[in-house]
């Protein structure tokens, strides 16, 4: 359950955290300044659960990442990204 949790804690800090540099990027102060709450709360669950980590728990945090980062770069191309198909 654990395993669980950091996962999905680091995918949503991940994920915010490539949102929010796109959003910088392209100039959407809003957006930008919103992903900082899911950056954050995404963080403080990851301080609360990381100590005295298990493997399977280290695996679970190595795994967030690439998946929270390849999200966050297919989302921000459908939802606010200059490059959006069609446009």
Known sequence: ???LL???SVVVSVFA?????QN???????AA???SFAIG?????LYKTLPDSSPLEIAAYLAGGPIGITLS???HRCTLGRNKRGS
């Open 33 to 35: 300044a919103l992903t």
């Open 24 to 30: 910088v990027n392209q100039g959407h102060y809003l």
């Open 73 to 75: 770069m297919w989302a």
């Open 6 to 8: 950091i996962f999905a």
């Open 17 to 21: 955290l490539g949102f929010q540099s």
């Open 41 to 45: 709360g995404g963080t403080l669950v």
């Open 1 to 3: 359950m654990t395993a």
